[in-house]
Structure formats: structure tokens, C-alpha cells
């Protein structure tokens, strides 16, 4: 079945560098690609979506950024915060229809030093 | 502002007892989703259901069922808890192909 691995699991960065997490998924018809910000004991929230007729999205600090040849799409958080420490989640749609299903990744903790 | 409501935040609950965790959304979606999320493993998918009274298998149905009488409410139960269901576990829902919202979540413990 679809299967969405995430790199890595942990990361750590002093604050004002750029921080990179990427995935890779298996179904080449996953068409939605979004990505999920956990804090501490919060739930987790959409930071940023993309679909795959682009192949970049940014947001201020955060970018997103797709290959479907490749099967492979990356969060790219430059000049990082304190407040960016927290649990990432990419995801991929999975099957047809309209149901939404998604398929998440394991999560990647990053911890950025002040 | 969207709003997933689960019922609680934590529950504590018996090795055989039967279990639900309740969930409400307010915006109408017809899709809701139940997960369950431990460390290492992400946010994985055990029922999920895309109109009242339908529903579908995730990736982790085993001692799970699932009840969704109305639209806006998503019930999980556990029929006889285990102690390996402790957990996080997170609802959400969304209107077709746009962005899921999730709940709180219910910090589950079975002693």
C-alpha cells in the first residue's frame, strides 16, 4: 500500500539557520502533499499544502517544494525560531474519490537552540 | 475557524472494558478520521468515514469499530481495551480535498 517515509527523525539547528525535512511516498497518484506542525501538547496544525501541479510553494520562512519524478517533496524553514521547535508531519493523499485519506510520515522533532 | 471537539482530554480505563472516545465537528465535513499517534510511528489511521452511517478500515483497525450515526459526530470504541491501546489518539475531519482538522486528542491510558 502507500507507504510515506520521513527524514529525519530528529533535528537540531541554532537559531537563524535553515532547517530541511524530507519525504519520499510510494502511490504515484498522490496529487496533495501537506504538512502538519505538532507543538508540545497541542494539536497538530497545517503549516503549508501543495499540489502537484507546482512544484514550489513559500510562505514567509517556510517553503515547499516538489519532485513527482522523484516521488519526494521537502519543508525548507529558513531564518528558524525558538517558537519553530516541534514535532513536523508531512503527508500524501492516498486512493481516488473525495474522501481526503492521508498518509503521514513518522515525524520529524526539531529543536532549534537559541 | 474550524472546531474538532473530542470529548475528553485524558481517560483512564480497564483491561476489558469497553471504551468510546467521542468526536464533534462544526463545519459540515463529511469526512472524519480517527488516529492514533505513538512516538516514532506518526499519526497512523484506523477507521475513517466519508458520510453518515459509511465507514472504512485505516491501516490499524484491529480492536477498534467505529459509529457515525450523524455528520458531525465520529465515535471510536475500543470493545474490549487492551493494555497495548494506550495512546494518544486524534480525531479529524475535512470537506473533500481540503486540509484536515484535527482535535485536541484524548491521551488514552488502560491499566
Known amino acids: 500500500g502507500e507507504n510515506v517515509e520521513q527524514h529525519p527523525s530528529t533535528l537540531s539547528v541554532q537559531e537563524g539557520d535553515s532547517a530541511v525535512i524530507k519525504c519520499t511516498y510510494s502511490d504515484s497518484a498522490s496529487n496533495y502533499f501537506p504538512w502538519y506542525k505538532q507543538e508540545l501538547g497541542k494539536r497538530p496544525q497545517l503549516i503549508i499544502d501543495?499540489?502537484?501541479?507546482?512544484g514550489e510553494k513559500k510562505d514567509q520562512r517556510i517553503a515547499v517544494t516538489l519532485n513527482k519524478t522523484a516521488k519526494h517533496f521537502s519543508l525548507h524553514i529558513t531564518e528558524t525560531q525558538p517558537e519553530d521547535s516541534a514535532v513536523y508531519f508531512c503527508a500524501a493523499v492516498h486512493g481516488s474519490g473525495n474522501t481526503g485519506k492521508l498518509i503521514f510520515g513518522q515525524g520529524t522533532t526539531l529543536q532549534v537552540k537559541p | 475557524d474550524v472546531k474538532v471537539t473530542q470529548s475528553s482530554r485524558y481517560l483512564v480505563k480497564r483491561t476489558g472494558e469497553k471504551v468510546f472516545l467521542e468526536c464533534v465537528q462544526d463545519?459540515?465535513?463529511?469526512?472524519m478520521f480517527w488516529y492514533r499517534q505513538d512516538p516514532g510511528l506518526g499519526l497512523r489511521l484506523i477507521y475513517f468515514?466519508?458520510?453518515?452511517?459509511?465507514?472504512e478500515k485505516g491501516d490499524i483497525p484491529e480492536g477498534y469499530s467505529v459509529s457515525r450515526e450523524k455528520k458531525e459526530r465520529f465515535s471510536l470504541i475500543l470493545e474490549s481495551a487492551s493494555t497495548n491501546q494506550t495512546s494518544m489518539y486524534l480525531c479529524?475531519?475535512?470537506?473533500?480535498?481540503?486540509?484536515?482538522?484535527f482535535g485536541d486528542g484524548t491521551r488514552l491510558s488502560i491499566l
Open positions: 479529524a475531519s475535512s470537506l473533500g480535498w481540503q486540509p484536515q482538522h
Open positions: 501543495i499540489r502537484s501541479n507546482v
Open positions: 463545519m459540515d465535513h463529511e469526512n
Open positions: 468515514s466519508y458520510d453518515v452511517k459509511m465507514k
